[in-house]
C-alpha cells in the first residue's frame, strides 16, 4: 500500500514517511516505522525577503532624499526606523520557522519530537494501544470554520498537541494521515 504524494495539496507542510514509497531517494528514510515531519510554511523565500528589503530601502531612500531636498530632514530618521523595525520582524519571523515536529509511530509508542527555534529538542511519547487522533473542539458544520482547532493525540489519559504552528485547514489534511499512521503501527 503506497502512498501517492502526488496528489497532496499545496497547502499541507508535512512529509510523510512510509516504507513502500519514500519521497527522496535515500536509503537511511528506507528503514523503520512510518514518520510524519511538520513545519511552519513561510510563503517568502530569504531571496524574496532580500529583493523586497532592497526595494523597500530604495523607494525609502529616494521618498526621503525628497524630504531632504525640502527642508523635511528629520523624516530620513523615521524612515531608517521604520526600515529597521520591518527587518527585525522579518527575522523574528524566519526564526520561528526554524520549528519542526518529528511523529513516528511504532506498535508500543507514538513519538512526538518537537525542536524550537533555537534548536532545544523536547520528546513526548505515548503508549500505542488504544491511541486516537482528533481535532478539539470537533468541527460542527454550521460554526465558522476559521476558530482555532487542536489536533490532540490522547491514549490512556495522556494527551499532547500536534503541529500547533499548522493552519486549521492544514490540521483538517493532517488528521487522516495521522490516524493512518497510529493505524498501521498498531497492525
Request: net charge negative; no cysteine; glycine share 8%.
Amino acid at each position: 500500500m503506497g502512498l501517492n504524494l502526488d496528489d497532496a495539496p499545496l497547502l499541507a507542510h508535512f512529509i510523510i514517511m512510509t516504507k513502500e514509497t519514500p519521497p527522496i531517494d535515500t536509503d537511511h528514510l528506507n528503514a523503520g516505522p512510518p514518520r510524519i515531519d511538520l513545519w511552519p510554511h513561510r510563503s517568502l523565500s530569504p531571496k524574496g525577503f532580500k529583493i523586497f528589503m532592497g526595494v523597500l530601502a530604495g523607494l525609502m531612500l529616494t521618498m526621503g532624499l525628497g524630504f531632504f531636498l525640502i527642508g523635511a530632514w528629520p523624516v530620513i530618521g523615521f524612515m531608517g526606523a521604520e526600515i529597521g523595525v520591518l527587518y527585525l520582524v522579518f527575522k523574528l519571523n524566519y526564526r520561528s520557522a526554524k520549528k519542526r515536529e518529528h511523529l513516528l509511530a511504532t506498535k508500543e509508542t507514538f513519538r512526538i519530537e518537537r525542536v524550537s527555534e533555537t534548536g532545544a529538542t523536547t520528546v513526548d511519547e505515548l503508549p500505542a494501544p488504544w491511541l486516537q487522533a482528533k481535532l478539539e473542539p470537533s468541527a460542527n458544520p454550521d460554526d465558522d470554520i476559521h476558530h482555532q482547532q487542536k489536533l490532540i493525540v490522547s491514549s490512556h489519559g495522556q494527551s499532547a498537541e500536534i503541529g500547533d504552528f499548522l493552519h486549521a485547514a492544514e490540521k483538517r489534511e493532517l488528521l487522516p494521515a495521522v490516524n493512518a499512521m497510529i493505524k498501521n503501527a498498531q497492525r
